[in-house]
């Protein structure tokens, strides 16, 4: 879940400092044939319309009801050390055959990731939900168009840390990224439609 941190005064010093650093603007990068493929499965179309409705998901249950508010984006085991709320991935949001996903980029090793952007490669990073949609609707409309319909992703978060995806369902890559743990026995997750750890995963 998003755990919420009551020092306002930690909160916008942590912010501010941390907001300081600037590696430049980071791009989408879409991935290709044959260097890559381990985000495709040709046995699977991957339907980009599948991508709207996942991107939508992710509007509702995460960037609408979280707006703005800055979270500091980590992975399973890494303590938060900047005083705001946290959030841990990896997060899935799933309609058919196309994933959005939020993950951090020190999962991946060298040569995972196409067209990779300078980074930190911070255990955490802070990012708002708001962002990260816009993040994914810049991936969508660079790699996920009738005519390229590819997967892609994009390094967020001040230091670049964070990863956005959009992976079609049953590539490798998707299938090797596993969920963070869930700490809530309510919150279930729908094969091939909705949230997958649908803000879960925090034990800050």
């Known amino acids: 879940m998003v755990t919420p941190n009551a020092t306002s005064s930690v909160n916008e010093s942590a912010i501010s400092a941390f907001s300081s650093i600037n590696l430049g603007k980071p791009v989408p990068n879409c991935a290709t044939l044959p260097n890559y493929a ?24 995460y960037a609408l009801d979280h707006g703005g508010t800055k979270y500091e984006f ?8 900047h005083g705001i709320p946290t959030q841990r991935v990896p997060l899935k949001v799933a309609y058919g055959t196309c994933f959005v996903v939020i993950a ?10 196409p ?16 962002e990260l949609y816009q993040n994914a609707m810049d991936i969508y ?11 892609g992703w ?8 964070i990863a956005v995806f959009l992976w079609q369902a049953a590539s490798e890559i998707n299938q090797r990224i596993q969920t963070a743990p869930q700490t809530s026995p309510s919150l279930t997750s729908t094969p ?13």
Not at 74 to 81: D, F, I, K
């Open 104 to 113: 951090m980029r020190n999962m991946f090793v060298k040569g995972d990731l």
């Open 154 to 161: 994009y390094p967020a978060g001040d230091l670049n840390s």
């Open 192 to 204: 091939g439609y909705g949230s997958v750890g649908d803000i879960v995963g925090d034990t800050a």
């Open 141 to 151: 409309a660079k790699c996920s168009e009738p005519q390229i319909n590819e997967p």
């Open 74 to 81: 980590l992975a399973s085991g890494v303590t938060p050390v």
């Open 115 to 130: 067209g990779e952007t300078p980074s930190r490669s911070a255990g955490s990073d802070i990012s708002s939900f708001r």
């Open 38 to 61: 381990e985000w495709f499965q040709p046995s699977e179309k991957f339907d980009n319309g599948d991508c709207t409705k996942a991107l939508q998901l992710f509007l509702t249950d």
